[in-house]
């Protein structure tokens, strides 16, 4: 199985920027991508970043502009960079990984991290 740990969050100053990072450790049949999630209270959760193993990319609407998902395969590191944070971008934010756990497989299965506050200030 995969575990997800993230690291990086905090209170930043609006305007300001972050990068969140997550340490991923095992391993599933398949790996089809990489994920960075966000959730706020009342709101849904929504896809923030994705980088496909072919290293393909792509971002929400509301942060497109202003992040850049990466990946560094050396350190088994995966890398949410945000750039101008506003009070909208207060949230947990999850690393996730997708993919297919056995060869039997039909569909995609999720791993989570367990999240890291991101909280924006005035």
């Known amino acids: 199985q995969v575990q997800l740990v993230e690291s990086g969050g905090g209170l930043v100053q609006g305007r300001g920027s972050l990068i969140l990072s997550c340490a991923v450790s095992?391993?599933?049949?398949?790996?089809?991508?990489m994920n960075w999630y966000r959730q706020a209270p009342g709101k849904q959760r929504e896809l923030v970043a994705s980088i496909t193993t072919s290293g393909s990319t792509n971002y929400a609407d509301s942060v497109k502009g202003r992040s850049t998902i990466s990946r560094d395969n050396a350190k088994n590191m995966v890398s949410l960079q945000l750039i101008r944070l506003t009070l909208e971008d207060t949230a947990v934010y999850f690393c996730?990984?997708?993919?297919?756990?056995?060869?039997?497989?039909?569909?995609?299965?999720?791993?989570w991290g367990r999240g890291t506050q991101v909280t924006v200030s005035s």
């Open positions: 996730n990984a997708r993919g297919r756990l056995t060869p039997f497989s039909t569909q995609d299965y999720d791993y």
């Open positions: 095992g391993s599933m049949f398949r790996l089809n991508a």
